[in-house]
């Protein structure tokens, strides 16, 4: 099974600051990588997929990118609406697997 | 307006069996690929079982043989019926909403429902 390792597992940032979260696979995954945002006490919100393709609706300071085993997500400008746990996600045609998830708290 | 709403969970005992609902709204369950991932308290996400619109099923090892999905279309509604259930199936059961042109990931996510196991 392909797993999917996420560092650091919990970042301090400031509003404002540039935050870089990785998530590495086991094996090659090609772009086919998801990532979600989960505020406290809320369900899972779909940011980006396919690597780097951001979800309708979601702000410009989200980017993605990699392919293969290495994947990043950069948050440009920190709000304090995002401070929340992030997760990356492989999928294909018949299993989905998460990180376990990286906490950006404030600083 | 698409809306998820979940409902189903309860507190059961180690053995015991328990059938989750996923009220859709916005969009027909049958022609698209819908999922349960699950959260156990304090602990990050685990995909569990996954519905294609044609009616192909899957799940994650630790819960083959003893859950199953599966949908009504009059109702618009998907079903986790779960049974032996373990101290470790304990968590909030999301239900989401696939997309994808090639392979699904889940783009609108219900708020939950909350299983416990215990005796």
């Known amino acids: 099974d392909i797993q999917m390792t996420q560092s650091p597992s919990t970042l301090s940032a400031s509003v404002g600051d540039r935050v870089t979260i990785t998530c590495r696979a086991t094996q090659t995954i090609g772009t086919w990588l998801a990532w979600y945002q989960q505020r406290p006490g809320n369900a899972p919100k779909l940011l980006i997929y396919r690597a780097s393709i951001l979800e309708s609706g979601v702000p410009a300071r989200f980017s993605g990118s990699g392919s293969g085993t290495e994947f990043t997500l950069t948050i440009n400008s920190l709000q304090a609406d995002d401070f929340a746990t992030y997760y990356c996600q492989r999928y294909n045609a018949y299993s989905w697997t998460f990180g376990q998830g990286t906490k950006v708290e404030i600083k | 307006e698409l809306q998820l709403v979940e409902s189903g969970g309860d507190l059961v005992q180690p053995g015991g069996s328990l059938r989750l609902s996923c009220a859709a709204s916005?969009?027909?369950?049958?022609?698209?690929?819908m999922t349960w991932v699950r959260q156990a308290p304090g602990k990050g996400l685990e995909w569990v079982s996954l519905i294609y619109g044609g009616g192909a099923t899957y799940y994650t090892g630790s819960v083959k043989g003893r859950f199953t999905i599966s949908r009504d279309g009059a109702k618009n509604i998907v079903y986790l019926q779960m049974t032996g259930l373990r101290l470790e199936d304990t968590a909030i059961y999301y239900c989401?909403?696939?997309?994808?042109?090639?392979?699904?990931?889940?783009?609108?996510w219900g708020q939950g429902t909350l299983v416990t196991v215990s005796s």
């Open positions: 989401a909403r696939g997309r994808g042109n090639y392979y699904p990931y889940f783009d609108s």
């Open positions: 916005g969009f027909s369950v049958n022609s698209i690929y």
